[in-house]
């Protein structure tokens, strides 16, 4: 069984993501979008709300949402896959990912990655615009999963609040 790798931040799910996870879980037998816990990068989302967003975002068969903290290269071991998926909006995204390509490859031989070109419509987008426009009237539904707008629209407010309220 071909077992894939789709980490990230998620913080959260886009549509840009959503178009990735689909695509990668024709090309695998199973795939597990995996949330990685960074100590130093804190979302708006906790680790466990960005899991539960892309559960209720996600309704394919073989695909498995889990999170981790620590080394991409180790979990890849610890779940026996091979194959690590990256999307890639532009060009700009291509140095960082192939760096960590070749980083994660060292520290696991056993571990590739595949990179999965943005569709077009989804090239602009990212996680950070998202949450960006979710703070004012604007229609979300070609950037967010229907699911999970609320739920964005309402962590914005309730950051704001707590901003407001200093
Ligand atoms: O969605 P993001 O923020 O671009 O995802 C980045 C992510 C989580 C894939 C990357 O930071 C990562 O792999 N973190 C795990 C720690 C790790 O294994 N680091 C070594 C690779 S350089």
Same mark, same amino acid.
């Not at 886009?14 to 037998?29: P, Q, S, Y």
């Not at 979300?140 to 200093?166: F, N, Q, S, T, W």
């Given at each position: ?5 789709? *980490? ?18 024709? &090309?695998?037998?199973? #795939? ?68 960590? &390509? ?14 999965? *070109? ?6 602009? #987008?990212?996680?950070?615009? &998202? ?13 967010? *999963? ?21």
């Amino acid at each position: 069984m071909k077992t894939a790798i789709y *980490p990230g931040s998620f913080d959260p799910v886009t549509l840009g993501h959503l178009n990735i996870i689909k695509r990668a879980a024709k &090309a695998f037998d199973q #795939l597990i979008v995996c949330v990685l816990v960074n100590s130093e990068k804190h979302g708006i989302f906790s680790a466990e709300e960005r899991v539960e967003l892309l559960r209720r975002a996600i309704s394919l068969e073989n695909v498995e949402v889990d999170m981790y903290s620590g080394l991409l290269a180790n979990y890849a071991k610890q779940r026996d896959a091979r194959v690590l998926v990256k999307g890639l909006r532009a060009f700009s995204d291509f140095e960082a990912e192939v760096q960590m &390509a070749i980083i994660n490859n060292k520290l696991n031989p056993d571990l590739d990655t595949v990179f999965f *070109p943005s569709s077009q419509k989804f090239n602009y #987008l990212s996680s950070t615009v &998202a949450k960006e426009l979710a703070r004012y009237d604007v229609n979300l539904e070609e950037i967010l *999963p229907r699911e999970i707008i609320e739920d964005v629209r309402r962590k914005m407010e309730e950051k704001r609040g707590a901003c407001d309220g200093k």
